[in-house]
């Protein structure tokens, strides 16, 4: 693999994808070969929102925030996020925004820590990592969940197709476990040898169709932890 670069694909949606592009060619190379082609599409729904005071909300992702912030104009609440990118744009929308961890399980466990929280409202996606639900409920935390956008899945990219159907190595960051499933569904036919960085074990678990010959998971469920992990890869890689 030393005399050919794998090329990077990414298949989250558009915006995230170029993101995590520019942050890799920053610190990979900026000549790298990147392949963009996302798996999903997001699509902003108009649920009813439930009535009374909701001091508390928690966004799991940044499309949460963006999502919920069209639908109410009061934007007073504390939003507890799971991580950085979130709470900025929660805090660029008005919301007191407290910073998770990173992970569902890790922002839910300092939700119950703060010891401050008893009612909270939930935008979610239609298809949620982690039960968000669950915990809350074990900790006697009144719970309503609320759909806000969807993730529709969408074919790959005639340069996807292409580039995993050839014999030159990828490197394929996953950043869910739906994404993972998306991408081992999208490319059953995959030649090309597939080295992942799986974001979570239970990502790695649903990219296994992948049979990828290489996969690091994450020490970090964030941006910068997935660039670990690929480093890891290209490391690897070198080594033969």
Same mark, same amino acid.
């Given at each position: ?21 520019? &942050?890799?060619?920053?610190?990979? *190379? ?75 399980? *890790? ?7 703060a010891g401050t929280v008893t009612r909270l409202l939930y935008p979610r996606p239609v ?53 993972? &499933? ?15 960085? &799986?974001?979570?074990?239970?990502? &790695? ?36």
């Amino acid at each position: 693999m030393d005399s050919i670069r794998p090329t990077l694909l990414l298949t989250r949606p558009e915006a995230p994808s170029r993101r995590f592009a520019a &942050a890799f060619r920053e610190r990979f *190379g900026a000549d790298w070969p990147v392949v963009i082609s996302p798996l999903t599409k997001i699509v902003n729904l108009s649920p009813q929102l439930p009535e009374g005071d909701w001091p508390d909300v928690i966004f799991t992702s940044e499309n949460a925030v963006q999502a919920f912030r069209k639908l109410r104009p009061d934007h007073r609440a504390t939003a507890w996020c799971v991580g950085g990118r979130t709470a900025k744009a929660a805090e660029a929308a008005g919301f007191r925004a407290r910073t998770g961890p990173g992970d569902v399980a *890790g922002l839910c466990e300092a939700i119950v820590a703060a010891g401050t929280v008893t009612r909270l409202l939930y935008p979610r996606p239609v298809h949620a990592a982690g039960n968000v639900e669950g915990a809350m409920y074990s900790a006697g935390i009144e719970t309503k969940s609320v759909l806000v956008y969807d993730q529709v899945s969408r074919p790959p990219t005639a340069a996807a197709h292409l580039l995993m159907a050839g014999a030159a190595p990828v490197l394929l960051p996953l950043f869910s476990p739906r994404s993972a &499933a998306l991408a081992a569904a999208a490319f059953t036919s995959a030649t090309a040898p597939v080295w992942i960085a &799986a974001i979570s074990g239970a990502t &790695a678990d649903a990219g296994a169709p992948l049979t990828a010959p290489h996969c690091i998971i994450a020490t970090r469920p964030d941006a910068e932890g997935m660039l670990d992990a690929l480093g890891g890869l290209i490391d690897a890689a070198k080594m033969g």
